[in-house]
């Protein structure tokens, strides 16, 4: 079973979410925990957090990959927006609990002249201030283009914050093909040798989820634009290849191409139709 599905507007809630995916053709989804820009989140109203899940375990859905907001910068080098982005984490923690066992996928962040080891130990200590014994969501560190200062483009990074974290067993890793490709992994002509990779410095047990995304540029380029599927430089073969290469193709996979209900609709279709049901 291929579990596919595209990044949706959230302002309408959960239920509307769930039906807005089954209408693409989408058994799983992404959305922004809150306004992506940041600032304060609208409540979630348990009514519709429960009338979502009943529909969702009625049409077999597979885990969502929620996306917290792009401006929280878990190590950046104020101190006060280190914190509200702390709180911002704290927060979204709590409301996740609405949908449980979900996941809950962030860019891990901008050290911004800091420092690689310098970010990565604020970001861990963020971590391990707000992760609970009892949350049932996984947060998973998103693997990046590289673009600025931005933490998370290299394995042995995300490597390094999985290992300051404390409660491991809460963590997990979110690849996204536009943005490794952008980060010089030929996910084209070595896709083996990149997962190979993967699992040697971070282990595949902890990737949960893929975003799905062709690139506007070529390899390396470290600009993460991303294109419609079979429409930039990584292809549609390369993209079949990697929902169903049998290491990822149990995951979630998340369309976040630059597309209206139309275009996600026909991308998933397309990928439904390159997907190997029997094996
Ligand atoms: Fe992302
Ligand atoms: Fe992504
Ligand atoms: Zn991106």
Redesign the pocket.
Known sequence: MLYIGCHLPSSKGYLAMGKHAISLGANTFAFFTRNPRGGSAKPVKEADAAAFRALAQEQGFGTLVA?AP?TMNLCSADPSIREFARNMLADDMLRMEYTPNQYY?F?PGSHVKQGVETGIQQIAEALNRVLTKEQTTTVLL?GMAGKGSEIGSRFEELRAILDCVERKEKMGVCL?TCHLWDAGFDVVNDLDGVLEKFDRIVGLENLKAM?INDSKNPIGSHKDRHEKIGEGHIGTEALARVINHPALRHLPFIL?TPNEDDGYAAEIALLRSLYNESD
């Open positions: 996306h792009y996928n860019h998103e996204d975003h976040e």
